[in-house]
């Protein structure tokens, strides 16, 4: 019964590939977000979704591209991946107007 | 910049002794503070929060208190036990055209020795 689940889990790829981690929520929240976290452990947000729609865009490349199918979905796509984008990805999210996230439970993506 | 600071990478504490986390923030804006556990290999998981019209929140072995003047929080665990040694980030949010956006500290990784 997980709430916010990750796929996958890890995920390891050559510079220049694209790929994508897929994050569901099972929670009926209307938010979702995606955040990175860096070598220095710092959570940064980088967007939000709220019913399908893109709320929080931060100053991400454009090599990065959120869809959201559905307000239960929300995956990140990466376009020719850099070895900066290795990193631990989480997926969030929120019900209406709380503040309180939950979380899931990470990708470590590894780009060699 | 770093809105939300927490100061102290790691922190040590034997068990059944009080465990004090320390955040600061620097934008006035913020009104909603949280404080947010994490296991390795696992996501954050919320603990508990606090707004900015309250001083203390309690619940349970964790209190969570607010000084805005100073533009300081502490969580205090009461008593630490084992199960609570883990990285510990605090948060703070302010309402941005109906988002809620949580800025995180760098986290501080608590021990509790035996």
């Known amino acids: 019964d997980t709430a916010v689940s990750q796929t996958p889990k890890y995920l390891v790829t050559q510079m220049g590939n694209d790929k994508s981690i897929k994050c569901e929520q099972n929670l009926g929240h209307d938010t979702m977000y995606w955040y990175k976290q860096d070598s220095k452990k710092f959570l940064k947000i980088m967007f939000s979704y709220n019913n399908k729609e893109l709320i929080i865009n931060e100053t991400v490349p454009n090599r990065f591209s959120p869809k959201s199918p559905d307000k239960a979905h929300l995956n990140l796509h990466i376009n020719s991946l850099e070895l900066g984008d290795s990193a631990v990805y989480f997926c969030?999210?929120?019900?209406?107007?709380?503040?309180?996230?939950?979380f899931g439970p990470g990708t470590r993506l590894t780009v060699l | 910049d770093q809105q939300v600071k927490q100061n102290s990478p790691s922190l040590s504490v034997q068990e059944g002794r009080i465990s004090i986390l320390n955040c600061d923030y620097t934008?006035?804006?913020?009104?909603?503070f949280l404080w947010y556990k994490k296991y390795p290999a696992e996501g954050p998981t919320f603990l508990i929060s606090i707004s900015s019209i309250k001083d203390k929140n309690e619940d349970g072995r964790f209190t969570v208190f607010l000084n805005k003047s100073a533009k300081h929080l502490s969580l205090h665990i009461v008593p630490s036990q084992p199960g609570d040694s883990a990285v510990y980030f605090c948060?703070?949010?302010?309402?941005?055209?109906?988002?809620?956006?949580?800025?995180f500290g760098s986290g501080t990784r608590l021990s509790i020795r035996p």
């Open positions: 934008n006035s804006m913020f009104d909603y």
């Open positions: 969030a999210s929120r019900q209406g107007n709380t503040d309180t996230q939950y």
């Open positions: 948060a703070a949010s302010a309402e941005y055209s109906s988002a809620s956006k949580i800025i």
